[in-house]
């Protein structure tokens, strides 16, 4: 795990930025009195490989985020591993510019973008990126919706940021504390089909909408975010050859298959697994071996 920063460029109500806004930004009194200071003192005090800016309204030559990027990435202390992302200006940045695209905020297109590195930044509360005294708990994502965020997101190319607000005093309430911890206890039986991965040449299966798929070295992983209804699921994608394996991340023991046609496709037989024997509550992967 490495560090990463967010910085919002502006500070809605700080009165030197207000200033600026009264002339039009002719002039940068809060650039190069706040924002400049604090932006070097983050990378060269912190080092971080991350720097995720936001908020940037007003036109790109006020924030100076040219002359920042270029000593960031040329002679900073982090310029050899920082990456960063599209918001440092407000006029054509976003999904243009930056080390990662965000583009807007829960992005995600759902189909693989092969031009640039993608970033579904999203929150676990449905409604703010800060902590609300007044959320309830319909207003959090279940761990069915993240994981699809999540599984979705990396079938297609991109990274997910899951986003919980602390409260005022740097507290993470229990809601937030047990979806990451229960994040924690998915990847830690499924991280093999996540961490490192590529996208595979079908994002989402062509007959089950409820399977995305990543890739991996010889292994291509089918991850089921719904169980099957029956004893056999069928993939459209994948095509078998005289040495597929099929296994679950997780669970002993390998499934039994066959065609599904002969231009494609595999049936995969499910044993009958006890509740107490599966490997996660939610989301299953299956390990594909010898699949075209």
């Known amino acids: ?16 930025y207000m ?18 200071p604090e932006l070097y003192d983050l990378i060269n005090t912190y080092k971080p490989e991350y720097l995720y800016a936001d908020g940037p309204h007003g036109p790109d030559t006020y924030w100076g985020s040219q002359e920042f990027l270029a000593w960031l990435y040329n002679e900073s202390p982090v310029k050899d591993t920082i990456v960063t992302n599209d918001r440092w200006c407000d006029n054509g940045c976003k999904c243009h510019h930056g080390g ?14 092969s031009y640039h590195k993608w970033e579904n930044a999203m929150t676990v509360d449905r409604y703010s990126w800060g902590f609300r005294r007044n959320m309830i708990f319909e207003d959090v994502l279940d761990m069915k919706e993240l994981l699809y965020q999540l599984v979705s997101t990396v079938s297609c190319g991109g990274n997910m940021l899951m986003n919980v607000g602390p ?59 719904e169980w099957p209804l029956t004893d056999e699921l069928t993939l459209g994608a994948p095509i078998s050859a005289s040495g597929t394996q099929v296994t679950m991340l997780g669970y002993e023991g390998e499934f039994n298959w066959k065609p599904a046609t002969d231009k494609g496709g595999i ?11 599966l490997p996660c509550q939610w989301a299953w992967a299956l390990k594909l071996e010898n699949v075209k």
């Open 19 to 36: 200033k600026d806004v009264a002339n039009n930004f002719s002039t940068q009194d809060y650039v190069k009195n706040v924002l400049k």
């Open 267 to 277: 049936i995969v037989t499910f044993p009958s697994i006890p509740v107490s024997k």
């Open 167 to 225: 409260t005022a005093d740097g507290r993470i309430v229990p809601i937030f504390q047990q979806r990451l911890l229960q994040m924690g206890e998915w990847l830690s039986v499924n991280g093999e089909a996540i961490y490192s991965t590529k996208p595979w040449r079908a994002q989402n299966d062509t007959i089950n909408q409820h399977v995305w798929y990543t890739s991996k070295l010889d292994a291509v992983y089918a991850v089921l975010l």
């Open 1 to 16: 795990m490495t560090l990463g920063l967010y910085h919002s460029l502006y500070e809605w109500f700080h009165p030197f």
């Open 100 to 113: 990662t695209f965000t583009c807007t905020d829960r992005y995600n297109p759902g189909k693989l973008l």
